[in-house]
């Protein structure tokens, strides 16, 4: 479903970056079921899964490579390639669409000039679609950086967007 | 005595501000030294009114909403430590009409009580039904949940007592509990307002559960959405350890029982439940065949009991009243309470808990209040992206799971999203096919194929293409689907779909009252 975006599939990480990945997969050898809570764990550190972390996480928790990327391609949540500084959700599911969410959603792949999975010129925001934050009864809803919003209006979205950029 | 003031910490709250409601009170009360004790509790589920902020008086708590950050000076001004008039004040929040009409026993404390303290569980009744399942015998638990009459309210209505009773005849070495905390459905915030509002009912009902069926290890698998409920778990987790109510002797018992949260990564199927396990052990999602039912071979392949968040969290309840007093809630074969989530265009959208039994009607206008925009309200989807939409004629059906399934709908988890009349049906349609052709497995041809050939047909109808045809074309699709999926995602998507057309045939170019 990601779409990869000006980026080689051969990203290349910097040796500080592999170091701390193997810190992670050390700390999760021994956890039952390790590879999600280790997806997870790098991810929350350094903001995606590497491409080039693939073999070193394989060879440590015993499974193929294919097999690992597989798991990092069939969920939604991790991404293989950078994102930028800041991620902004906008939620497509029906309680947010009874809401209006369809006009924010178009407001929003306008103004940063970007659609969903790309991320805007600037390098600032990635934009993601989400179903359901939960948040249905302050329906339209949507988060920057995990940080949830409800009865987004565009007049809201553009402080989101304005504060992402502030910071 | 500082006086304590309540801001919740629920994700809904916090989306409408509350934690600069919380800070700003912090600072203003700073500026004028008054000293206060600020509690950060779960939301009593008035979503209208958050940031609710409440404060302790002589008299009983005062509610006063919906406050925003700009309005704390002038609450000070006004005295609202002592409770005192203000344009925002509510009242004693016991007497809110909206919460009196209840009957909260899954969320008895939501609200009420500091989440993540194990000392106001406590004084809030809290692990009194754990101290009776320490008394009694795995067998004698599961009897007790069996007579409540619960059943899985995670969707598939499953009574909790007889899942528990295959586990806990099953042989072996290690069982696991594991807690479906997935909440994928569109229009369903109970979990996550139990997790962020009473976490530790939901340990307390986990440790049960291994009680009864001898498991010592428990999973919640947490969707990856949910930061805030994280925190709050980790944090009531945590603590239970600390006291002495998680770990290798459970109150001094010689039992054990051990809890751990684990993210899921944005996938909507890992709700299914064998989807969910595969995740746990840190494969794809992809759906198992049954048998052998995880009951039998779960998680690593051990005999598992998999409920969801609220079957879970109404355990200890059950176990603190008895099975009698639960099943005399409700109507039919549907006991009990059923947490409902009133969704979408709503004026009041909030959560209700209620015995089954409470009709749509009285849930839209006496709780809801119509619709947020004004407008009529022209349909409901009840039960998340695979439930049925429901037009007005129907908003008489109790909520009850038989009712729901003699006009082919689903209660699911309890969420209800209602549309005003400027919704468009067939593009409501198009999109259940789509959202299953995002989430598809890809396990079964009918729903990873059928799925986008749904869209492509919807497509077509929209564009008033060879319409007929086209009409004929859904229902065939969604018939293979009905039959031919592995499981509900591909099985249920014709729900919204077929429900949407017989219902709303206008939309999608038939005559009123034509069923092509
Ligand atoms: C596609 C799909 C998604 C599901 N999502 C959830 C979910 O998010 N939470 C949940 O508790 N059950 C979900 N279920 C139902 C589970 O498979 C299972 O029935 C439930 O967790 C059992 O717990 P219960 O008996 O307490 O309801 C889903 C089922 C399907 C087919
Ligand atoms: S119906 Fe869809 S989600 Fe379910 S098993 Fe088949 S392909 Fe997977
Ligand atoms: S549907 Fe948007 S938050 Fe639930």
Same mark, same amino acid.
């Given at each position: 479903?990601?779409?990869?975006?000006?980026?080689?599939?051969?990203?290349?990480?910097?040796?500080?970056?592999?170091?701390?990945?193997?810190?992670?997969?050390?700390?999760?050898?021994?956890?039952?079921?390790?590879?999600?809570?280790?997806?997870?764990?790098?991810?929350?550190?350094?903001?995606?899964?590497?491409?080039?972390?693939?073999?070193?996480?394989?060879?440590?928790?015993?499974?193929?490579?294919?097999?690992?990327?597989?798991?990092?391609?069939?969920?939604?949540?991790?991404?293989?390639?950078?994102?930028?500084?800041?991620?902004?959700?906008?939620?497509?599911?029906?309680?947010?669409?009874?809401?209006?969410?369809?006009?924010?959603?178009?407001?929003?792949?306008?103004?940063?000039?970007?659609?969903?999975?790309?991320?805007?010129?600037?390098?600032?925001?990635?934009?993601?679609?989400v179903y359901c934050l939960g948040n249905c009864a302050c329906s339209p809803a949507a988060s920057m950086d995990d940080q949830v919003c409800g009865r987004v209006d565009i007049a809201r979205v553009n402080e989101i967007i304005a504060e992402a950029r502030g910071a | 005595m500082a006086i304590k003031i309540y801001v919740p910490r629920d994700s809904?709250?916090?989306?409408?501000?509350? *934690?600069?409601?919380?800070?700003?009170?912090?600072?203003?009360?700073?500026?004028?030294?008054?000293?206060?004790?600020?509690?950060?509790?779960?939301?009593?589920?008035?979503?209208?009114?958050?940031?609710?902020?409440?404060?302790?008086?002589?008299?009983?708590?005062?509610?006063?909403?919906?406050?925003?950050?700009?309005?704390?000076?002038?609450?000070?001004?006004?005295?609202?430590?002592?409770?005192?008039?203000? %344009?925002? *004040?509510?009242?004693?929040t016991d007497e809110i009409a909206w919460l009196k009409k209840q009957e909260r026993l899954t969320f008895a404390r939501v609200g009420i009580t500091d989440p993540v303290s194990v000392e106001d569980y406590v004084a809030h009744d809290g692990y009194k039904g754990l101290k009776n399942a320490l008394a009694k015998s795995g067998a004698d638990i599961?009897?007790?949940?069996?007579?409540?009459?619960?059943?899985?309210?995670?969707?598939?209505?499953?009574?909790?007592?007889?899942?528990?009773?295959?586990?806990?005849?099953?042989?072996?070495?290690?069982?696991?509990?594991?807690?479906?905390?997935?909440?994928?459905?569109?229009?369903?915030?109970?979990?996550?307002?139990?997790?962020?509002?009473?976490?530790?009912?939901?340990?307390?009902?986990?440790?049960?559960?291994?009680?009864?069926?001898?498991?010592?290890?428990?999973?919640?698998?947490?969707?990856?959405?949910?930061?805030?409920?994280?925190?709050?778990?980790?944090?009531?987790?945590?603590?239970?350890?600390?006291?002495?109510?998680?770990?290798?002797?459970?109150?001094?018992?010689?039992?054990?029982?051990?809890?751990?949260?684990?993210?899921?990564?944005?996938?909507?199927?890992?709700?299914?439940?064998?989807?969910?396990?595969?995740?746990?052990?840190?494969?794809?999602?992809?759906?198992?065949?049954?048998?052998?039912?995880?009951?039998?071979?779960?998680?690593?392949?051990?005999?598992?009991?998999?409920?969801?968040?609220?079957?879970?969290?109404?355990?200890?309840?059950?176990?603190?009243?008895?099975?009698?007093?639960?099943?005399?809630?409700?109507?039919?074969?549907?006991?009990?309470?059923?947490?409902?989530?009133?969704?979408?265009?709503?004026?009041?959208?909030?959560?209700?808990?209620?015995?089954?039994?409470?009709?749509?009607?009285?849930?839209?206008?006496?709780?809801?209040?119509?619709?947020?925009?004004?407008?009529?309200?022209?349909?409901?989807?009840?039960?998340?992206?695979?439930?049925?939409?429901?037009?007005?004629?129907?908003?008489?059906?109790?909520?009850?799971?038989?009712?729901?399934?003699?006009?082919?709908?689903?209660?699911?988890?309890?969420?209800?999203?209602?549309?005003?009349?400027?919704?468009?049906?067939?593009?409501?349609?198009?999109?259940?096919?789509?959202?299953?052709?995002?989430?598809?497995?890809?396990?079964?041809?009918?729903?990873?194929?059928?799925?986008?050939?749904?869209?492509?047909?919807?497509?077509?109808?929209?564009?008033?293409?060879?319409?007929?045809? *086209?009409?004929?074309?859904?229902?065939?699709?969604?018939?293979?689907?009905?039959?031919?999926?592995?499981?509900?995602?591909?099985?249920?998507? %014709?729900?919204?779909?077929?429900?949407?057309?017989?219902?709303?045939?206008?939309?999608?170019?038939?005559?009123?009252?034509?069923?092509?």
């Open positions: 479903m990601r779409l990869p975006q000006n980026k080689s599939w051969r990203e290349v990480v910097s040796d500080e970056i592999l170091v701390s990945i193997d810190q992670h997969i050390e700390a999760h050898l021994n956890v039952p079921g390790a590879l999600m809570p280790l997806l997870h764990a790098i991810q929350d550190d350094i903001g995606y899964v590497p491409e080039s972390s693939y073999p070193r996480i394989a060879k440590a928790l015993n499974l193929s490579v294919a097999e690992v990327h597989g798991v990092v391609t069939f969920y939604h949540h991790f991404r293989s390639h950078a994102p930028g500084k800041h991620i902004l959700q906008i939620c497509r599911a029906e309680s947010c669409q009874s809401m209006g969410s369809e006009a924010l959603e178009a407001y929003v792949k306008k103004t940063l000039g970007v659609d969903y999975h790309q991320t805007t010129a600037d390098g600032a925001i990635t934009l993601e679609p | 809904s709250a916090l989306s409408l501000g509350a *934690n600069k409601v919380a800070a700003n009170i912090q600072a203003e009360a700073a500026k004028r030294g008054v000293e206060i004790n600020l509690i950060r509790n779960g939301s009593r589920g008035l979503f209208w009114l958050e940031t609710m902020v409440e404060v302790a008086t002589a008299k009983g708590r005062v509610a006063y909403g919906p406050v925003m950050p700009k309005d704390v000076a002038s609450l000070f001004d006004a005295d609202f430590m002592s409770g005192a008039a203000h %344009p925002l *004040n509510l009242g004693l599961v009897k007790e949940v069996t007579d409540s009459g619960l059943r899985g309210r995670g969707g598939a209505a499953f009574p909790t007592g007889i899942k528990w009773n295959t586990v806990l005849n099953a042989p072996a070495d290690q069982k696991y509990i594991v807690c479906n905390a997935d909440e994928g459905d569109s229009g369903t915030y109970s979990d996550r307002m139990i997790m962020e509002g009473d976490p530790l009912v939901l340990v307390e009902g986990m440790t049960i559960a291994g009680l009864a069926v001898g498991a010592t290890q428990g999973y919640i698998y947490l969707r990856s959405e949910y930061p805030d409920a994280l925190v709050t778990l980790n944090e009531a987790i945590a603590n239970a350890y600390q006291a002495g109510y998680l770990g290798e002797d459970i109150c001094g018992s010689g039992k054990r029982f051990h809890l751990e949260v684990r993210r899921a990564a944005g996938a909507y199927v890992c709700g299914e439940e064998t989807s969910l396990l595969e995740s746990l052990e840190g494969k794809r999602g992809l759906v198992r065949f049954k048998p052998p039912l995880p009951a039998i071979e779960g998680l690593f392949g051990k005999p598992t009991v998999v409920n969801n968040v609220i079957s879970l969290a109404t355990v200890p309840i059950v176990l603190d009243k008895g099975g009698k007093f639960y099943q005399d809630f409700g109507m039919g074969r549907s006991r009990g309470t059923l947490p409902i989530q009133l969704a979408g265009n709503i004026k009041q959208c909030g959560l209700v808990e209620k015995a089954f039994g409470v009709t749509l009607r009285e849930l839209l206008y006496d709780f809801g209040g119509g619709s947020a925009s004004g407008k009529p309200i022209r349909a409901v989807q009840v039960g998340g992206p695979l439930g049925a939409y429901l037009p007005e004629s129907q908003f008489d059906t109790p909520l009850d799971y038989e009712k729901f399934t003699e006009i082919w709908a689903v209660l699911g988890h309890g969420g209800i999203v209602a549309f005003d009349d400027t919704v468009d049906m067939a593009k409501m349609a198009r999109y259940a096919f789509e959202f299953c052709a995002v989430e598809s497995c890809g396990k079964c041809t009918p729903c990873r194929i059928g799925s986008t050939r749904g869209v492509e047909v919807m497509d077509k109808i929209i564009a008033k293409e060879d319409h007929a045809k *086209n009409i004929t074309l859904v229902r065939d699709l969604s018939d293979t689907m009905l039959n031919g999926s592995l499981c509900a995602l591909g099985g249920m998507t %014709p729900y919204p779909v077929l429900s949407a057309i017989n219902h709303f045939p206008e939309d999608f170019g038939l005559k009123k009252g034509q069923v092509a």
